[in-house]
C-alpha cells in the first residue's frame, strides 16, 4: 500500500480519508487491520514532510443487518485516532455514494455467498442430499456453488468500483483452494463432511428431521485460486497491484481440537439454530468434538486453507432497545407528535435556505445526520421527510437530473440498540445508511462532512448528573430526590450549570462539522419558566417515581444509601436560557426561525398507560444500572398506583408548562 498511496493527491486536510472494513464482525481484528492502515498512511505523509497536512479520517466498520453491531461500538479502541460510522447491509450490493471512499479492506469474508444456490435444495435439479457442503458432492453441485461464488463476487466487485475514487486501493483477504475440490480426497471443507455426519447420526436416532438435514447447506465456499484470479482480471474497474497467496498452516499454529470446534460452533451456529432449533447444538458440537477427536491430526494438517491476498487499486444510553412492550421503539408516541407538529416549518425553512445550485455534483452526495436517534421509528420520519423536501427543491429548479445520492448518519451512543435499529430501516430507503456511535457532545464526524443536522428530544438529557449533588459535603447534596423537582436552589443551579456546559460544547462540535450554510434543526424539550417558579411543573412524574423508590427503601427492598446517590441525568431549561446560549455569536451559527410547541396542544390527554410505558422506556436502563433489573416491575407498579391518584388536572396543567422549542440554525461561511 504504501508504493501505491501517494498523499500529494490528498493534501486537502478538511478533506478526510474515508476508509471501508467490509465484514466486520465484532471481534478485534478488525480495529487492528484498520489501525495497521491508517499507520501507514499517515506515515506515507510524514516520509514526504506533509505530516501538518495529514487529513482525518472517518472508518465505516460494514457487516450485515443481523451483525451484533452492539458489541462491535462498544469494544471500539478508546484512543482511536479516527471518527467510527456502523454501516449495515451487505456488501454484495452498493453501500455508500459514488467515489466517497479511498480505501477499502475485507477480510475472510468473500468466501461467504449471499445465499445457497437454489438448485442443491431443489428435488428435481442438483439435490444435495445428505450432506450440507460440497464436499464429496456430485459435479452438479460443485458447479452451483462455483457459479454463485462467481456472481455474487462480480456484484462486489462492481458495487466498489462506483464506491471507490480514482486510484483508491482495496485489500481482499479471501479464503480460497489451491486446487479444484474434485482433484483432492483431502480437502479444506472436511469439517464440514464431519459436521454434516453428526447431524446425518442424529437423523438415524430421531433427534433431528431427516428432511430438514437434507435441505441445509452451508453458504460458503472457497474458490480455486485460479478462478478468482480469472473474476478479477475480467473486471476492467480495478488493476490488480499485487498478488499473494499464503499457505494458512505456515500461518497459523497446529489447530487443536478446541479451537476447531469453537470455530465452527462461532461461525455456524447461527445457521444451525434457524434451521434446527437451539436444543440441539450442545449435543450436536459434544459428537463433533468426538469425531474431530478421532480424525487424524496429520489430515488437519493437509487440510489447512490457502488465503489469497489481493491489492486492488462508555456513557450509557438510557433508553430500552428491542421492540418489546416496555421498549422505546413502542414508547415514543409524544416525540412523533413533536416530529409531526415541526415537520411544516422545518420543510419551509429547507425550501428557502437549501440552494440546489451550490450542491449539484451529482458525484458528492447530501450528508445528513439524526443525533440521538434512539431505535424508534420516528427518527426514519424526520430523515425521510428532509430528503424528499431537499429533492423538491431540485425538481422545482429544473435540476431534477443532478439530485446526488444521499448518506444518512444515525448516532447514538455506544450502549444504544443499533442492532434494532438496523434490522427496522425502512426497506425502501432512498438513502445510504451508516450507525455512528458516541456522544454528540463532541466531534463525531470529520470537519465540514454534514449538510443537514437534525435532533429530536435528545438535549435535555445530560451526559452525566453533576457530581456536587451526590456529594454528602456539598450544599446540592440532593438527599431523598432522585431530580431537582422541589429541591433547593443550589441542586437547580448545578443541573442548570451543567446542561449550560453540555449545549456549548454540542455548538461547537456541529460547527466543525458541518459545511458553510449548512441546515441544523433542534427540537429541544424546554420548560416555559423556572422551575422554582412554578409549584406545578413537568417534573412531577420524576417526583412520583422517586417517592415509590424511597417508600421500597423503608419496606428494605432496595438500599437507602443507593436511592440517595441516584439521580437521573434530566434537565428541561427555561427557555430564555436555551435562547440566550444559542444567540452568542461564537458558535458560527445563524438563526433562521425559532417556534415554540407546547406540549398540550401537540399531544393528546396522557393516560395512565402512556405516562408508565413512556416513563420506563426512557428511564429503565438507570434503574437497572442502580439498583437491579429485580425491582423494575415493582417500583412500576407501584408508580402505576400513584399515577392513577394523582389528579387528573394537575397533569393537565404540567403539560402546559412543558414546551418544545425548534430551532433552525444556518452555519456561518467558514473563516
Known sequence: MANEFDPKTYDDPKKPICIADLGCSTGPNTFVALQCIIETIEHQYKSQGLAAKIPEFQVFFNDIVSNDFNTLF???????????????????????PRESLHFINSSSTLNWLSKVPTEITDRTSAWNKGKIHVKNAPKEVIDAYATQYKMDFEDFLHARAEELVSDGLMALLIPAAAVLVLDSDIEMDKVYELLGSCLLDMTKEGLVSEEKVDSFNLPIYHSPVKHIMAILERNECFSIEQVKTMNAFEALTHPNVHAVVSMVRATKEGFLERQFGGGIIDELFLRFTKKVVEYPANLFLQNMMVQMVV??????????????????AKNSNNQRAVIDGNKELIQKVIASEFDPQTHCDPKKPICITDLGCSTGPNTFLSVQYIIET??????????????????????????N???TLFQTLPSNRNYFASGVPGSFRGLLFPRERLHFINSSSTLNWLSKVPKEITDRTSAAWNKGRIHYRNAPKEVVDAYATQYKMEFENFLRARAEELVSDGLMALQIPAAADLVLDSDIDLDRIYELLGSCLLDMAKEGLVSEEKVDSFNLPIYYSPVKNVMAILERNEYCFRIEQVKILNVFDAFTFPNIQAVVSGLRATVEGFLERQFGGGIIDELFRRFTKKVVEYPANLFLQNLKVQVYLLVILKRKPHS
Open 390 to 415: 431537499i429533492e423538491n427543491q431540485y425538481q422545482s429548479q429544473g435540476l431534477a437530473a443532478k439530485i446526488p445520492e444521499f448518506q444518512v448518519f444515525f448516532n447514538d451512543l455506544v450502549s
Open 417 to 419: 440498540d443499533f442492532n
Open 74 to 96: 462498544q469494544t471500539l479502541p478508546p484512543n482511536r485516532n479516527y471518527f467510527v460510522a456502523g454501516v449495515p447491509g451487505s456488501f454484495r450490493g452498493r453501500l455508500f
Open 311 to 328: 491489492n486492488v487499486s462508555i456513557p450509557q444510553s438510557p433508553m430500552k432497545g428491542g421492540e418489546g412492550p416496555h421498549s422505546y
